[in-house]
């Protein structure tokens, strides 16, 4: 496949993941992918022979990128473990924009994914990456005698899931999870795991960050209401 093309194709995957984020996948429209790609909608048509299968490879070209801008190929710059757990921490937040986007488009991905079994495996794909990620820094903070011992594959599983809850209420401003508590949620309960000292004695929580924050209960008593019932 020559440049232009491939450039051409790169551009209809990244106007599909923009379009997922703003409108949904079932908002998506060909027209409108071949406009904003400044392309035909035959050559749309050309690289993806249906609706569907420009979908699940739009999704899969914008995780694969996020993937490499959260899962950078050299070293964190960072002195320890427990700072490098931190910054990988604030890249899987939506703390940004662009990660709000993201966000966006891993919970298209969540609710296709349970209706169509063959974008599964692009979801499982994506997972094992962040957990590898993740478990080969604990695995190495634990090496290290930065962290107590533990097993790092639970350590990860229970992060990530910690990571997906967190982030879904930061992403849909709920009042009692703002980022920072986000952050800090996230953070405590990977020192509980870890228990992580660095040389400079760090931990995963600094104390001045527990201070400057309210206790969790007056923080929700002040965000909303009280509820009688859950309402989800």
């Known amino acids: 496949m020559s440049a232009a093309k491939r450039s051409a194709r790169d551009r209809i995957l990244a106007a599909a993941a923009g379009q997922i984020a703003r409108e949904g996948i079932d908002g998506v429209r060909i027209a409108r992918i071949a406009m904003e790609a400044r392309v035909s909608t035959a050559l749309v048509h050309y690289h993806f022979e249906t609706r569907d299968a ?15 801008a959260r899962i950078p190929s050299g070293e964190l710059p960072a002195a320890s473990h427990a700072e490098r757990l931190r910054l990988m921490i604030e890249q899987c937040l939506p703390t940004t924009p662009a990660l709000e986007q993201d966000w966006v488009l891993w919970v298209e991905l969540w609710l296709r994914a349970a209706r169509h079994p063959e974008l599964r495996p692009i979801a499982e794909e994506l997972y094992a990456r962040l957990h590898a990620w993740f478990r ?11 962290f107590a011992r533990c097993d790092p594959d639970e350590v990860t599983d229970r992060l990530l899931a910690l990571l997906d809850g967190y982030g879904i209420r930061t992403l849909i401003g709920d009042g009692a999870i703002p980022l920072e508590r986000a952050r800090r949620a996230v953070s405590s309960a990977l020192a ?7 040389p400079r004695g760090e931990t995963l ?7 400057r924050e309210p206790a969790p209960s007056a923080a929700r008593a002040a965000s909303r209401p009280v509820r009688t019932a859950p309402s989800m």
């Open 54 to 68: 420009l979908l699940a490879e739009a999704l899969d070209y914008s995780y694969s990128h996020a993937g490499d």
């Open 136 to 146: 080969a820094e604990i695995a190495a903070g634990v090496d290290d005698g930065e």
């Open 192 to 198: 509980r795991d870890l228990d992580p000292r660095s």
């Open 205 to 211: 929580e600094p104390a001045a960050a527990q201070a």
